[in-house]
């Protein structure tokens, strides 16, 4: 991904002025094949909105987003069509995401007759055994999903993903909805999901427990910037971004003896149609200077494989 923004113009009630919203502003990052890169932040940062663009189900303002070398943006509709096989999406509410007249079954063969895959009986046969992969069972074919438990739908969004056998998987908020030990039960079996199927994602929560969960290496987002990315390990070892500082203090340590500070954010997440100058972060920010309120800190690699956008890093 290289420079990629969206950027939205709307109309402000109040003053009926236009005004901009920068929901991906020049974001740039890599995702390598069998990784999960794990993006982090507050609801409204714009993690939802980036992920959308890299699959074109949103355009786009600026910048590009490369599959395997290749511009997805500018892909004739034929090639686009066989990488959009290669390239799923899951979503965080299942239950929004699929008919409530269909069942399981037609809805699992759906992404197979669009893409013109198999006879009737193959395609049959295909949803049977992606039912079993994700720990369902044949019974479930004929099942509507208002019958099932919101653990099973997420297996069925998961499974509609991969009958196509994609490659790249982007997961937006994928167990936001369940609770606690659901949530384990789906992320361990996406975990196995990608060893056997040799899958590549993109996981996107605000959650930065379930992040570090299943996250090789981690980007974190603040209003439509990327502001911090490392491996995982390094960025719980030594976050260097206020804003990641904030969000790591907040996540309960297991170990009782170990201190620490919990950092308080000073005032709410500023509307996106608030231009800020210099730092985005810097109303909030608790190590905000002079020069962080003029200039935006570019991302910088402070260590190897190690990215902030911070003038203090
Ligand atoms: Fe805080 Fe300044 Fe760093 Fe922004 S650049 S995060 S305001 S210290
Ligand atoms: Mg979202």
């Not at 004739?76 to 399981?104: C, E, G, H, W």
């Not at 719980?236 to 170990?258: C, E, K, M, N, W």
Request: proline share 7%; charged share 25%.
């Amino acid at each position: 991904v290289k420079g990629l923004s969206k950027h939205y113009s709307t109309k402000r009630p109040a003053s009926f002025r236009k005004s901009l919203v920068k929901a991906v502003d020049d974001v740039s990052f890599h995702i390598y094949e069998g990784e999960t890169y794990g993006l982090v932040g507050e609801s409204g940062c714009g993690k939802s909105t980036l992920g959308k663009t890299l699959l074109r189900l949103v355009e786009p303002t600026a910048g590009e987003a490369l599959y395997q070398g290749e511009d997805l943006n500018r892909m004739p509709s034929r090639q686009l069509r066989a990488s959009r096989r290669q390239l799923q999406m899951v979503f965080q509410d299942p239950y929004s995401s699929l008919n409530p007249r269909k069942t399981i079954g037609r809805t699992l063969e759906e992404p197979l007759i669009i893409h013109g895959i198999g006879s009737p009986q193959e395609r049959t046969e295909l949803a049977m055994r992606m039912l079993e992969t994700v720990g369902l069972q044949e019974e479930h074919y004929d099942r509507l999903p208002h019958e099932l438990s919101g653990g099973q739908r997420q297996r069925i969004g998961l499974a509609r993903a991969l009958i196509l056998e994609p490659r790249l998987v982007i997961c937006d908020e994928p167990v936001s909805a369940l609770d606690v030990i659901i949530q384990s039960q789906i992320i361990n079996l996406m975990r196995k999901l990608q060893r056997e199927l040799k899958l590549t994602y993109l996981f996107i929560a605000h959650d930065i427990g379930v992040i570090r969960h299943i996250s090789d290496r981690i980007g974190v987002m603040y209003l439509g910037k990327m502001v911090e990315e490392a491996r995982t390990d390094d960025l719980f070892a030594q976050p260097l971004h206020p804003y990641t500082q904030v969000l790591l203090s907040a996540v309960p340590i297991p170990d009782p003896r170990v201190k620490k500070e919990r950092m308080i954010l000073q005032g709410d997440i500023p509307s996106p149609l608030e231009t800020v100058s210099g730092c985005a972060f810097h109303p909030r920010c608790p190590f905000a200077v002079e020069t962080c309120r003029k200039l935006a800190p570019a991302k910088r690699e402070v260590a190897p494989g190690h990215f902030a956008a911070c003038h203090l890093a």
